[in-house]
């Protein structure tokens, strides 16, 4: 059961960073902060990021986080690729842009170092 929920909440996320990342960018609000959509970008691929491993946790069955954890980050980088690419080629009001994909993957490596992190703490208070 909490296969089927990790992965709806994973597919859900999708959905929504692609609805966000492909609508004509006049359709958003526009606010004036400096590097705002890159904070952003970072969220949204921090959330992916901890919902597919999440998601790729269970489905392997595996205590080990290593595996769910490489799978979750490599499966970020080329989403954020696949936005980009569709933004420059299925996009008039938007072009794809390097340090997007930058900020993308900050987001997924500070979802990556949150879960080691956590595991470690985990692991320490169980020895505890």
């Not at 959905?15 to 492909?22: A, D, Q, S």
């Not at 526009?30 to 890159?38: A, T």
Request: proline letters at 2%; one cysteine or more.
């Amino acid at each position: 059961m909490r296969k089927l929920f990790f992965l709806i909440a994973a597919l859900f996320w999708s959905g929504v960073i692609l609805f966000f990342c492909l609508i004509k960018s006049s359709d958003l609000p526009q606010i004036e902060v400096p590097y705002l959509d890159k904070a952003i970008h970072a969220t949204f691929h921090f959330v992916f990021t901890v919902l597919w491993f999440l998601f790729f946790k269970k489905k392997l069955n595996t205590s080990n986080i290593f595996r769910p954890l490489v799978i979750s980050f490599v499966f970020s980088f080329f989403f954020g690729i696949a936005i980009e690419l569709m933004q420059q080629f299925f996009t008039t009001t938007r072009s794809a842009d390097v340090m997007d994909e930058l900020a993308n993957l900050s987001g997924a490596t500070l979802a990556v170092i949150t879960i080691v992190v956590l595991n470690t703490f985990d692991s320490i208070v169980d020895r505890i």
